[in-house]
């Protein structure tokens, strides 16, 4: 655990750092901080990689929730899809995971050009790229989440949503957790009590639900 809030203080650092830094793609020193931390502390041989957004970054006691696993997570806050397909050399096949979960996808949503179509295809080329470095590794898609805050955009969510799903169920080793629907109440709406003050993250209610739905999926050695 004190690894993990180190690495997690090496991040914001490089972020805080590199915020004006014009020159460089999105994240750059996110991710130079955790090559740097990777320098620090060698990463677990072929581990169960958690890539994505914030909302892996923020399973802070990843480790902990998962401990009969060998587990490592590579969260990147606020990232997009194409961030992530960006740094596959650097957080993905750097580590050669034995298995992939990823959380990305619902950042892409409040950008006004960005339809439930576009993300789709974002999330194809992801998926593909992966796929196409990694054909035997099976990866765990983790659907968009209903985020209070973000309920301006929730039919587009459960679009891009369905497009995925549909995608993934026709491809090899690939599989999609449904986290959307057990984040409902019985009307169907968000709730608020999953959620951290700013309705976007999770509390250990909300990351309960994802344990859950997850776990069932993981590779046991």
């Not at 750092?17 to 901080?33: L, N, R």
């Not at 072929?46 to 587990?71: C, H, M, N, Q």
Request: hydrophobic content about 40%; proline content about 6%.
């Amino acid at each position: 655990m004190k690894k993990f809030f180190l690495f997690a203080t090496i991040v914001f650092t490089a972020s805080m750092q590199g915020a004006s830094a014009q020159d460089k793609p999105p994240f750059w020193d996110d991710v130079q901080a955790i090559k740097y931390y990777d320098r620090m502390y060698e990463p677990p041989a072929s581990p169960i990689l958690f890539v994505g957004s914030s909302s892996i970054r923020k399973w802070t006691d990843l480790e902990r929730t998962f401990a009969g696993y060998v587990v490592m997570n590579r969260g990147i806050g606020g990232a997009v899809v194409n961030d992530i397909t960006f740094y596959l050399d650097d957080i993905v096949f750097a580590y050669h995971p034995r298995q992939i979960v990823i959380y990305v996808g619902e950042n892409d949503l409040p950008q006004k050009e960005t339809t439930a179509d576009s993300v789709l295809a974002r999330t194809k080329l992801l998926l593909q790229r992966i796929r196409a470095r990694l054909p035997e590794v099976p990866i765990v898609y983790i659907s968009m989440k209903p985020s209070p805050s973000r309920d301006a955009f929730r039919g587009k969510c459960k679009e891009a949503n369905a497009l995925i799903r549909a995608y993934i169920s026709r491809e090899k080793k690939m599989e999609y957790v449904d986290i959307f629907t057990p984040m409902l109440d019985k009307d169907g709406k968000s709730r608020p009590e999953l959620f951290v003050q700013d309705m976007l993250h999770m509390n250990e209610k909300g990351y309960a639900i994802w344990r859950a739905a997850v776990e069932p999926k993981l590779l046991k050695r």
